[in-house]
């Protein structure tokens, strides 16, 4: 057997596969004699027929199926002894049906190649944009974390995120209350009126103390929503309709939350025995907890703005094996007309040079993904849904079945892995490139990330607030 590689082109040729009958004559034997073994052919007792109608037989089919097998096999091996980086898959380029009846064969495929690619990574400069964790952020965290440690006392009162509780009276429409056994009353009702959809309904309480009436208007401080309506009155949503209109709730008691006190034991809880032992410190780990939740947003503004470097550095000029790919594209997708291949081609370039880059400098940076990083992959994923969907309390149960599930899925397993990989690469060009950091606030972060979402009609998210 002999193969070589026939170049047409910088980028394009074909690996010429020429095979004579000691190439395939042995393995046609064997598969007729498995033939013969395996199958029960009309005629003869399995096992028992002879080569000669083996051959007269099935001659030509297994024949057939050993020359495309072993042309194939040959045309892989020597491409991958060879190490040609090539795009897509090798195109059989078999013209007029092969002649059965010779010993001989050459077979054709053809290729298309990928450019070299010389990177130089160690000597670029990157941006890196930190966002700078202000006084006002560090009193906002410092109000939410003491509210969360806070405990729930009964105040006389209302008070920003306050329950208010007390009995709850239907009204007639001329505001008197309504009686009756149709009547609706809760004597044990709470309300949440930092919580009302409508904050004309919420003004209502500010101010109030125990003691006061206020008339309000259930589905209006819902929304109509009837869930909600049927829960805040202690009825059943089938009687829905029989709660339209205002009710008075006479006010008996606020719960409100009264903030952890700075202290030691307030410090330990938050951040663990003997951390924290005074204010300065405290304020200090409250704003590294701040900048170790903006920084997800630094590292993905980098990981953009290094692909649009790559992008433009490698991939402007980058030549590519466009009759090859035209081939490759109709042959592999049937629902591509070829009239319209022309505009296929064109719009799927920026993938294929990205793909090019982004394998060559994983391979340059010896960028790997092992399984740890694909379970860590899930669980970051896992736990972005809980979160968003208001269950981070239920993680330490639910994680596990989350990541489980994920990754016994091929199509979610492949997403996970490509997400690990990324992360891989560019974490290692972080490390590679030389930075050029810069702190900037939150609001000109934002104006950087506008600027690029605009440029490119592609979205790079960016912290609305700090994270809790």
């Not at 054709?108 to 160690?122: F, Q, T, V």
């Not at 094996?321 to 296929?344: A, H, Q, Y």
């Amino acid at each position: 057997m002999d193969v070589t590689l026939e170049k047409t082109g910088e980028l394009e040729g074909f690996v010429v596969v020429k095979i004579e009958e000691a190439d395939y004559a042995d393995r046609v034997k064997k598969e007729l004699k498995e033939i013969g073994q395996k199958r029960q052919i009309p005629g003869f007792r399995k096992g028992h027929i002879d080569m000669n109608q083996l051959r007269k037989r099935f001659g030509n089919e297994v024949k057939a199926h050993v020359l495309n097998e072993v042309s194939a096999d040959a045309c892989l091996k020597y491409i991958e002894d060879n190490k040609l980086d090539i795009l897509g898959q090798p195109i059989p380029a078999q013209d007029e049906e092969i002649d059965l009846n010779t010993k001989d064969y050459t077979f054709r495929y053809e290729i298309g190649l990928a450019p070299e690619l010389k990177l130089d990574l160690a000597n670029a400069t990157l941006p890196f944009y930190n966002i700078a964790v202000t006084d006002q952020m560090i009193d906002e965290q410092d109000k939410n974390m003491r509210q969360q440690a806070g405990e729930q006392v009964p105040a006389q009162e209302y008070a920003e995120r306050a329950l208010v509780k007390g009995s709850i009276m239907q009204l007639n429409e001329d505001g008197t209350i309504k009686e009756g056994d149709d009547a609706i009353q809760v004597t044990d009702g709470i309300l949440a009126p930092f919580l009302f959809k409508s904050e004309t309904e919420a003004k209502k309480f500010e101010g109030t103390k125990v003691g006061d009436k206020v008339v309000f208007n259930p589905f209006d401080t819902c929304d109509g929503n009837e869930a909600e309506v049927a829960s805040m009155l202690h009825i059943d949503r089938a009687d829905i309709e029989k709660a339209r209109g205002n009710f008075e709730i006479t006010i008996t008691e606020y719960i409100v939350n009264r903030p952890a006190e700075l202290g030691q034991e307030y410090y330990d809880k938050v951040f663990g025995a003997d951390k924290v032992h005074n204010e300065e410190e405290y304020r200090k780990a409250v704003a590294d907890m701040i900048a170790r939740a903006l920084q997800p947003n630094s590292n993905q503004l980098f990981t953009r703005q290094a692909e649009d470097y790559l992008m433009d550095t490698y991939g402007a000029g980058m030549a590519l094996p466009v009759s090859f790919l035209r081939k490759f594209m109709l042959r592999t997708n049937s629902e591509i007309k070829e009239e319209d291949i022309d505009g296929v081609v064109e719009r799927n370039i920026p993938a294929i040079k990205w793909e090019i880059i982004e394998n060559k400098v994983a391979e340059q940076l010896g960028v790997k993904v092992t399984e740890e990083d694909v379970k860590a992959a899930a669980r970051s994923y896992g736990m972005e849904q809980l979160q968003q969907y208001g269950m981070s309390h239920m993680a330490d149960q639910m994680l596990d079945y989350f990541v489980d599930n994920m990754l016994k899925d091929e199509k979610q397993r492949r997403q996970l892995v490509h997400m690990a990989f990324n992360g891989n690469l560019f974490h290692a060009i972080h490390n590679i490139v030389k930075l050029d950091e810069k702190t900037v606030s939150l609001e000109e972060f934002r104006a950087l990330v506008a600027t690029l979402n605009n440029a490119t009609g592609e979205q790079v998210a960016a912290e609305e607030t700090p994270a809790e």
